[in-house]
């Protein structure tokens, strides 16, 4: 494994723009002394200074799509990265050394779990697995990771599997001097797997910034499974999860089930189950099919492990599947307490804040999102379309058009894209726009129709009205 520093004019040539500061919703302050404002503010400062040398506005989405010719502008893109953070990393795949090509998976389940023990750390800055995952099979260039994540630190390593042994290699080197400041090699039995991952996730801490390491603490609270067979069968779950797509997610739930026949305790397996059920009637299907066995999933998952951050992710998607955004809301910001760099549950408290028409936080939440993790087909999914919502939310129906035209154009197999495209189109005037993103939508889900989403669409209220109201208008059938 390997980790590199960025040296400052190496920073220095990071992209200017990075992600907005969110004010925390309906909270009142106290009225404080002078003193101890001007001492607040100069703590604040300080921390700013030690964990983030700069923040900076993103670009905002273009204005307007109002007609067919303006359709054909570019749609928004997802953030470009900030300036790395002074604590910023990314865990690069870990390269497979075994025989067998099995054990990628294997290997990756590695990267799994030191990412997830990294992002407990709430003063480091960790790149989600799915953007660093883009990188596997890659020979890449530790400067260019650096300016395409924006982050400071890489970590790299290898795993060897053979038999019952695991071997894995880990290096801490400067990127700018190619000096190595700490190397490590672990052989050790199979059934310790899960204490090397923590040896090498604290290491690293250690290594990278000894002091506020001592000061924190830091001890993983993650419950291992009960067999490495499980945990293995939901590594895979994860990846296919990932892609955003139907047969991926179906196989995703049949893995996940076979996770749980071996472990039945194996708290993880339950949360992504719950996960991949609800997100079924993306593709096919009915809300009410999944109801109970993605809500008996989740409660399993929290149940099993309180403080599991996917557990709480996992019950507030189902909650927000059953239109309870409030309690939907308090779900993902748990997750968010135990996880502060969990870039899915930021992208999905912003689709709920979106919902709730809290249109300035749902939008910085989910920019957070995609500058957590700038290069994940799952979070651009999520985060763009949180984003096309909150606009939508606020009647600002081209910039909602603009946002989701570029989930569609990114990712054309995605449904719901083509959805809020017609409706938010349709409710700016932009009839030509709106029929064509209906057609494929129907050409993709010939059943759609606005009684589907009176009984499907997590939306309520006046949103859903609206929604259904731009649907009508650009030709979706009413039965």
Same mark, same amino acid.
């Given at each position: 494994?390997?980790?590199?520093?960025?040296?400052?004019?190496?920073?220095? !040539?990071?992209?200017?723009?990075?992600?907005?500061?969110?004010?925390?919703?309906?909270? @009142?302050v106290a009225p404080l002394s002078m003193a101890a404002a001007a001492t607040g503010a100069l703590v604040i400062a300080v921390i700013a200074w030690w964990l983030w040398p700069a923040?900076?506005?993103?670009?905002?989405?273009?204005?307007?799509?109002?007609?067919?010719?303006?359709?054909?502008?570019?749609?928004? #893109?997802?953030?470009?990265?900030?300036?790395?953070? &002074?604590?910023?990393?990314?865990?690069?795949? +870990?390269?497979?050394?075994?025989?067998?090509?099995?054990?990628?998976?294997?290997?990756?389940?590695?990267?799994?779990?030191?990412?997830?023990?990294? #992002?407990?750390?709430?003063?480091?800055?960790?790149?989600? @697995?799915?953007?660093? +995952?883009?990188?596997?099979?890659?020979?890449?260039?530790?400067?260019?990771?650096?300016?395409?994540?924006?982050?400071?630190?890489?970590? %790299?390593?290898?795993? @060897?599997?053979?038999?019952?042994?695991?071997?894995?290699?880990?290096?801490?080197?400067?990127?700018?001097?190619?000096?190595?400041?700490?190397? !490590?090699?672990?052989?050790?039995?199979?059934?310790?797997?899960?204490?090397?991952?923590? !040896?090498?996730?604290?290491?690293?801490?250690?290594?990278?910034?000894?002091?506020?390491?001592?000061?924190?603490?830091?001890?993983?609270?993650?419950?291992?499974?009960?067999?490495? #067979?499980?945990?293995?069968?939901?590594?895979?779950?994860?990846?296919?999860?990932?892609?955003?797509?139907?047969?991926?997610?179906?196989?995703? !739930?049949?893995?996940?089930?076979?996770?749980?026949?071996?472990?039945?305790?194996?708290?993880?397996?339950?949360?992504? *189950?719950?996960?991949? *059920?609800?997100?079924?009637?993306?593709?096919?299907?009915?809300?009410?099919?999944?109801? =109970?066995?993605?809500?008996?999933?989740?409660? @399993?998952?929290?149940?099993?492990?309180?403080?599991?951050?996917?557990?709480?992710?996992?019950?507030?998607?189902?909650?927000? &599947?059953?239109?309870?955004?409030?309690?939907?809301?308090?779900?993902? &910001?748990?997750?968010?307490?135990?996880?502060?760099? +969990?870039?899915?549950?930021?992208?999905?408290?912003?689709?709920? =804040?979106?919902? %709730?028409?809290?249109?300035?936080?749902?939008?910085?939440?989910?920019?957070?999102?995609?500058?957590?993790?700038?290069?994940?087909?799952?979070?651009?999914?999520?985060?763009?379309? $949180?984003? #096309?919502?909150?606009?939508?939310?606020?009647?600002?129906?081209?910039?909602?058009?603009?946002?989701?035209?570029?989930?569609?154009?990114?990712?054309?197999?995605?449904?719901?894209?083509?959805?809020?495209?017609?409706?938010?189109?349709?409710?700016?005037?932009?009839?030509?726009?709106?029929?064509?993103?209906?057609?494929?939508?129907?050409?993709?889900?010939?059943? +759609?129709?606005? $009684?589907?989403?009176?009984?499907?669409?997590?939306?309520?209220?006046?949103?859903?009205?609206?929604?259904?109201?731009?649907?009508?208008?650009?030709?979706?059938?009413?039965?």
């Amino acid at each position: 494994m390997q980790v590199y520093a960025l040296r400052p004019e190496a920073i220095a !040539e990071l992209p200017a723009t990075g992600v907005l500061a969110i004010a925390p919703r309906g909270r @009142r302050v106290a009225p404080l002394s002078m003193a101890a404002a001007a001492t607040g503010a100069l703590v604040i400062a300080v921390i700013a200074w030690w964990l983030w040398p700069a923040t900076r506005s993103s670009p905002a989405p273009p204005a307007n799509v109002g007609t067919a010719s303006e359709s054909k502008q570019t749609a928004p #893109s997802v953030m470009e990265p900030a300036v790395a953070p &002074r604590l910023s990393i990314v865990v690069l795949p +870990f390269a497979n050394l075994s025989n067998d090509p099995e054990q990628e998976y294997f290997a990756d389940g590695m990267v799994e779990e030191i990412i997830t023990g990294l #992002s407990r750390i709430r003063w480091l800055f960790v790149i989600a @697995r799915n953007s660093s +995952f883009t990188y596997k099979g890659r020979s890449v260039d530790v400067k260019q990771v650096g300016l395409e994540l924006g982050v400071r630190y890489v970590i %790299e390593g290898s795993v @060897r599997k053979a038999g019952n042994r695991v071997r894995i290699t880990a290096q801490l080197v400067e990127a700018g001097s190619g000096n190595h400041i700490w190397a !490590e090699r672990y052989d050790r039995e199979l059934a310790d797997i899960f204490a090397v991952q923590d !040896e090498i996730t604290e290491q690293v801490l250690a290594t990278i910034e000894p002091e506020l390491y001592t000061a924190e603490h830091f001890r993983s609270q993650s419950k291992p499974p009960e067999s490495l #067979s499980a945990w293995e069968c939901v590594m895979r779950a994860m990846s296919l999860v990932s892609q955003s797509k139907g047969a991926a997610n179906a196989e995703a !739930e049949e893995l996940c089930r076979r996770a749980i026949a071996i472990a039945p305790n194996y708290g993880q397996a339950h949360a992504l *189950l719950a996960f991949a *059920l609800e997100r079924r009637p993306i593709w096919s299907g009915d809300t009410k099919a999944i109801l =109970l066995e993605a809500s008996a999933a989740a409660r @399993r998952a929290l149940d099993l492990d309180e403080r599991d951050s996917w557990a709480h992710m996992a019950h507030g998607m189902v909650l927000w &599947r059953m239109r309870c955004h409030g309690e939907a809301e308090r779900a993902f &910001r748990r997750a968010l307490e135990l996880n502060p760099n +969990f870039a899915l549950a930021h992208a999905l408290l912003g689709m709920v =804040l979106a919902a %709730e028409e809290v249109h300035v936080e749902a939008v910085q939440i989910a920019q957070r999102a995609l500058r957590l993790s700038p290069i994940d087909r799952l979070i651009d999914i999520y985060a763009s379309l $949180a984003i #096309s919502i909150a606009h939508f939310a606020a009647s600002r129906y081209a910039e909602s058009a603009a946002w989701a035209r570029g989930i569609a154009e990114r990712h054309p197999d995605y449904d719901t894209a083509y959805l809020m495209l017609a409706a938010a189109a349709a409710m700016h005037g932009d009839i030509e726009v709106a029929v064509k993103a209906r057609a494929t939508l129907l050409d993709r889900r010939p059943q +759609f129709s606005l $009684a589907w989403m009176h009984n499907n669409n997590p939306l309520t209220g006046d949103m859903l009205n609206r929604v259904v109201d731009g649907l009508r208008r650009a030709g979706v059938p009413g039965q």
